[in-house]
């Protein structure tokens, strides 16, 4: 069993920051890559930042300039700081890890439940 844990979701003013934090948890062999989605309502969930296990990052434009996503391989946690935010990155940010449990098997996607993150006055 492999487990995504996130934290650090909340609400803040337009203009302002937070951090989220994911930490994966159980049976792992490896993570190659991990990422932060997000979802907001009557939309379809879109990625927000990845990175690979080799420090290679990708974002989406939308956010390019104001959240830096890191991470911590000797810990398997994934961080995105989040800043200058916008009430249109209001969403549901969900944590997403692609998991080898056996050495030498494919990997698989693993996702966190999802934390909330509102930006609003």
């Known amino acids: 069993q492999v487990q995504l844990v996130e934290s650090g979701g909340g609400l803040v003013q337009p203009g302002g920051s937070l951090r989220l934090s994911c930490a994966a948890s159980?049976?792992?062999?490896?993570?190659?890559?991990m990422g932060w989605y997000r979802q907001a309502p009557g939309k379809q969930r879109e990625l927000v930042a990845a990175?690979?296990?080799?420090?290679?990052?990708n974002y989406a434009d939308s956010v390019k300039g104001r959240f830096t996503i890191s991470r911590d391989n000797a810990k398997n946690t994934v961080y995105l700081e989040m800043n200058t935010l916008k009430p249109e990155d209001t969403a549901v940010y969900y944590c997403?890890?692609?998991?080898?449990?056996?050495?030498?098997?494919?990997?698989?996607?693993?996702w966190g439940q999802g934390t909330q993150v509102t930006v609003s006055s």
């Open positions: 990175i690979t296990s080799g420090g290679r990052t």
């Open positions: 997403n890890a692609a998991v080898q449990v056996v050495p030498g098997t494919v990997y698989n996607d693993r």
């Open positions: 159980g049976r792992i062999f490896s993570i190659y890559r």
